[in-house]
T-cell receptor
């Protein structure tokens, strides 16, 4: 089984719908991240969390919210999806050392299409 | 200002040929540098990293990269590529930010396509 698991792997939805992407990890890491990948733009940070009580906005948080339900679970929500949120979303984790050095462990991605 | 620049969006190369994927960064402070690889339909995985010490770092699958502080570059190289190296490669920079902690910024990626 993967250390970082994302569900769903693929989702097609309509404009205005609420969508939740879930991430769970078995690595025991405190730090969790949500990134968005768009062709030609690389990965951009949406939100990150250093522990259950800590949530921080990344560079593109507008239109998204997150919930850290437990150390191992970090979900990303789109309250009212719009077409320009069509992208590949990645969850990642790191321990304290990784947060400093930049070594992240990624899930396999959730492909979201908003029609 | 862009922190990480990968000028080549696509690099085609024949199998067994050498390859270099270019990465330049902009920073006036010390940074940590990384290359991540993304195989088709998979997440990213760490290929190699430069934290300190020797400027030539070796990673998995025969890849290596050289940190050049004067040219602010961290180019990725492999002397002989294989079909299985076909993937997208991301350069990333981690640097300290105001308020503490480090921020990891990714480049836009380079698609390496290895052909027979």
């Amino acid at each position: 089984d993967a250390d970082v698991t994302q569900t769903p792997r693929n989702r097609i939805t309509k404009t205005g719908k609420r969508i939740m992407l879930e991430c769970s990890q078995t690595k025991g890491h405190d730090r969790m991240y949500w990134y968005r990948q768009d062709p030609g733009l690389g990965l951009r940070l949406i939100y990150y969390s250093f522990d259950v009580k800590d949530i921080n906005k990344g560079e593109i948080s507008d239109g998204y919210s997150v919930s850290r339900q437990a150390q191992a679970k970090f979900s990303l929500s789109l309250e009212s999806a719009i077409p320009n949120q069509t992208a590949l979303y990645f969850c990642a984790t790191s321990d304290l050392g990784g947060q400093i050095t930049g070594e992240l462990f990624f899930g396999e991605g959730s492909r979201l299409t908003v029609l | 200002a862009q922190s990480v620049t990968q000028l080549d969006s696509q690099v085609p190369v024949f199998e067994e040929a050498p390859v270099e994927l270019r990465c330049n960064y902009s920073s006036s402070v010390s940074v940590y540098l990384f290359w991540y690889v993304q195989y088709p339909n998979q997440g990213l995985q760490l290929l190699l990293k430069y934290l300190s010490g020797s400027t030539l770092v070796k990673g998995i699958n025969g890849f290596e990269a050289e940190f050049n502080k004067s040219q602010t570059s961290f180019h990725l190289r492999k002397p002989s590529v294989h079909i299985s190296d076909t993937a997208e490669y991301f350069c990333a920079v981690s640097k300290r930010v105001t308020g503490g902690g480090n921020k990891l910024t990714f480049g836009t990626g380079t698609q390496l396509k290895v052909e027979l």
